[in-house]
């Protein structure tokens, strides 16, 4: 399939230089207009219209450098070389860093040469000291990022990388062949892979919360049923002099307690539940909506430390299948890989029975440290 980025790049930088110039022309008529501090906001604004069109004009120039980029069964062919699968130790998706509130940036198409295969342009160094050779950003490509997606676990099969290189995929017990890095269902679409043992049940396992929210709903019902009757007493009983002005306070607490009362109530009638079986994870925070997550939308599966954590407690995480995406807020990027943390293993029932009920269902896709 081929690839192309000039279109995009185009409308790009055409929207750039349009409003860009528009905007120094506000700006300009602005500073004309204005007096005193108003006149110097106008110029920052003309400095911004300055600086969008000359990142219009960027994207318009490298719209016109050459560039090809075809993925078929052959290889990744490139507008100055061509590379066989044979000479590609991995390709994949690195995702940058991003703001918890902000959506991630598109990822950028990375290949890892083999030993001895040198490409044009400046190499990157990423984890463990791999080579890695920027092909095109995401967002440049014309034909979407599903399409690239798509293409990649078509013809790469496993060299297309779906979790982080520092892990590897579970050894089964009698596995033909080395198992690669592609993880799952990026290099085997067609169904999830068997488990590794003899292990629980085929049904699934369901772990159920440490704490459930029948303490402090109690709490919060006397707390609210003694702001009440102190209301109550606080109204009908006259001037409030000496302690008994502390009774200002009991509408608070009623009111706080009734509020607490209906929050811990939806928590008691939707407590946190995980549930690990043939067909993949479910996930159910306190009072939340439940999340599904099938095996064949999961890359990688592991139980260890949240990468942005500290303290080092375990955590579930999981690394979603390319062009995939939860909805929960991911905790980190690991080696340029979406990381997403379900639940803290210490919050749950028989937390150590996580990990194997896990690795029993997800097969390999389950990523143990190399």
Known sequence: MEFSRSGRLRRSGRRWVAGGILTAAGAVMWAVLARGESRQTAFVCLGMAA???LAGFRSLRKARL?????????GVTLHDTRLDWGQIEGIGLRYGPSDADST????????YPAAGVVLTGTPRRYVAGRTAYLLIDGAEVDQGLGALIDALKRYAGPRF????RQYRPAAAPGAPGPLVPGFGPVSDAAGPFGPVDAGPAVA?????????????LLA?????????FATYRMISGGPLTGARQALVLAPFFAVGGLYGSFWL????????RLRIGPDGIAMRDFAAAELVFGWDRIAAVTVGPRPSGTGGRPWLLVWPVPGESFPLPRTDVVDGHETYALVELRRLRDPADVEPVTRHFAGRRYAEPR
Not at 204 to 216: E, H, K, L, S
Request: charged fraction near 20%.
């Open 265 to 272: 109530f939806w928590r008691r009638l939707r407590p946190l």
């Open 220 to 228: 919060a019902l006397a707390g609210c049923a003694l702001g009440a």
């Open 66 to 74: 050459p560039f090809r980029l075809r993925i078929d069964e052959y």
């Open 204 to 216: 699934g396992r369901t772990f159920t919360p440490r704490r459930t929210a029948g303490g402090p």
């Open 51 to 53: 600086l969008a069109v």
């Open 104 to 111: 991630p940036p598109a990822p950028e198409l990375v290949v």
């Open 161 to 164: 990388e779906g979790a982080p």
